[in-house]
């Protein structure tokens, strides 16, 4: 059995990971260099219950989750490098009346469903927040809610899979040549490629490849110098979300989002946004170096949800435009397409 992948970010890496296991044959093709993308300019929060998600999409998202403890342990193990994996928990809060409403509503609707979820009011917050932002009325605090370094995961992957697969980088996609509404070659501008199945997970670039509606939604992003034990959880808002790492050097600050196609480069309001959200969240970040700025592209959908197994051609599998959980759903994303490759796991869209 041969595979071919359209795409090395997160998600491309993680099916390539799980197939390797498998022993199938794989070959990656990557317009850049693979592990960078969305992947790379991602926070690596893995936040269904602070994302507000429902229905059948939470229950997919928990899903993921919950098999991310063992999808971590192994890459670790296979790689030998430590992924930044930490399940810090995640609070999220309420900066006025309606969002507290909105929050606390979300808890109740989690504890029926019996996951953690615990509100917490202005006086709680500020034993554990000296600094907490003027405006901030509380927060829910959901502990299952983690992270994972996506960059320290895309390198660890990346690694693997360049020793155990074949990998074109720089090589772009011209076109998924079908005959008879079954996948037949790959055209790239470094030649022609054949294989027994094609999996499509080029992110944002997923729809200039083969008409589906996948499209980018650009995202700013920033981090800054804190110390050890300043924040011991991701903290999420309507006005930013901080991502402190494990290693206490980097708060993660994201992230904007506009829709201007493939727009490049930060701006001045992007970052003022960004600085103004953590600073009043937390008003001594107000003093923290920049580290760092950069930008990414989600890979989006009209109803944000992805696009999963079948695409309407066969041996041709979806693997594209999660959005925002991306880095959530990798390792239940990378079972798609599994042995018989043919499997939908889950597919909210219809296509033709």
């Given at each position: 059995?041969?595979?071919?992948?359209?795409?090395?970010?997160?998600?491309?890496?993680?099916?390539?990971?799980?197939?390797?296991?498998?022993?199938?044959?794989?070959?990656?093709?990557?317009?850049?260099?693979?592990?960078?993308?969305?992947?790379?300019a991602?926070?690596?929060?893995l936040?269904?219950?602070?994302?507000?998600?429902?229905g059948?999409?939470?229950n997919?998202?928990?899903?993921?989750?919950?098999?991310?403890?063992?999808?971590?342990?192994?890459?670790?193990?296979?790689?030998?490098?430590?992924?930044?994996?930490?399940?810090?928990?995640?609070?999220?809060?309420?900066?006025?009346?309606?969002?507290a409403?909105?929050?606390?509503?979300?808890?109740?609707?989690?504890?029926?469903?019996?996951?953690?979820?615990?509100?917490?009011?202005?006086?709680?917050?500020?034993?554990e927040?000296?600094?907490?932002?003027?405006?901030?009325?509380?927060?829910?605090?959901y502990?299952?809610?983690?992270?994972?370094?996506?960059?320290?995961?895309?390198?660890?992957?990346?690694?693997?899979?360049?020793?155990?697969?074949?990998?074109?980088?720089?090589?772009?996609?011209?076109?998924?040549?079908?005959?008879?509404?079954?996948?037949?070659?790959?055209?790239?501008?470094?030649?022609?490629?054949?294989?027994?199945?094609?999996?499509?997970?080029?992110?944002?670039?997923?729809?200039?490849?083969?008409?589906?509606?996948?499209?980018?939604?650009?995202?700013?992003?920033?981090?800054?110098?804190?110390?050890?034990?300043?924040?011991?959880?991701?903290?999420?808002?309507?006005?930013?979300?901080?991502?402190?790492?494990?290693?206490?050097?980097?708060?993660?600050?994201?992230?904007?989002?506009?829709?201007?196609?493939?727009?490049?480069?930060?701006?001045?309001?992007?970052?003022?946004?960004l600085?103004?959200?953590?600073?009043?969240?937390?008003?001594?970040?107000?003093?923290?170096?920049?580290?760092?700025?950069?930008?990414?592209?989600?890979?989006?959908?009209?109803?944000?949800?992805?696009?999963?197994?079948?695409?309407?051609?066969?041996?041709?599998?979806?693997?594209?435009?999660?959005?925002?959980?991306?880095?959530?759903?990798?390792?239940?994303?990378?079972?798609?397409?599994?042995?018989?490759?043919?499997?939908?796991?889950?597919?909210?869209?219809?296509?033709?």
């Amino acid at each position: 059995m041969e595979v071919i992948i359209i795409g090395g970010g997160l998600i491309g890496l993680s099916i390539a990971f799980e197939l390797i296991e498998r022993g199938v044959k794989i070959t990656i093709i990557e317009k850049d260099k693979i592990g960078k993308g969305a992947s790379w300019a991602a926070g690596g929060m893995l936040a269904p219950q602070s994302e507000g998600l429902d229905g059948e999409f939470l229950n997919f998202c928990l899903e993921s989750r919950n098999l991310y403890g063992d999808f971590i342990k192994r890459i670790e193990e296979k790689t030998l490098k430590e992924t930044g994996y930490w399940k810090c928990g995640i609070l999220k809060l309420a900066f006025s009346k309606e969002e507290a409403q909105k929050i606390k509503q979300d808890v109740e609707r989690f504890k029926r469903l019996g996951l953690p979820a615990l509100w917490l009011d202005r006086k709680a917050l500020e034993k554990e927040y000296k600094n907490l932002g003027d405006e901030v009325i509380g927060g829910a605090l959901y502990k299952e809610d983690s992270q994972v370094d996506n960059r320290k995961l895309c390198n660890a992957l990346a690694n693997y899979v360049k020793q155990n697969a074949k990998v074109l980088e720089n090589t772009k996609v011209l076109k998924i040549d079908d005959k008879n509404g079954k996948f037949n070659k790959l055209i790239t501008d470094k030649g022609e490629f054949k294989a027994d199945l094609c999996v499509l997970s080029a992110g944002a670039w997923s729809g200039e490849i083969l008409d589906i509606p996948v499209f980018p939604l650009k995202g700013e992003m920033l981090a800054l110098d804190i110390q050890k034990d300043e924040i011991d959880k991701v903290l999420y808002s309507s006005k930013s979300y901080l991502i402190p790492r494990r290693d206490f050097h980097r708060l993660v600050v994201g992230a904007t989002q506009e829709n201007v196609g493939f727009k490049g480069g930060n701006t001045a309001y992007g970052t003022l946004k960004l600085l103004k959200g953590s600073i009043n969240t937390l008003k001594n970040l107000a003093y923290k170096n920049i580290q760092e700025l950069w930008f990414g592209y989600r890979p989006s959908t009209p109803d944000e949800l992805p696009l999963l197994g079948n695409s309407g051609i066969e041996n041709l599998v979806l693997a594209t435009g999660h959005h925002r959980n991306g880095i959530l759903l990798a390792p239940i994303t990378a079972e798609v397409p599994h042995p018989n490759l043919t499997k939908v796991i889950y597919s909210p869209h219809t296509l033709r």
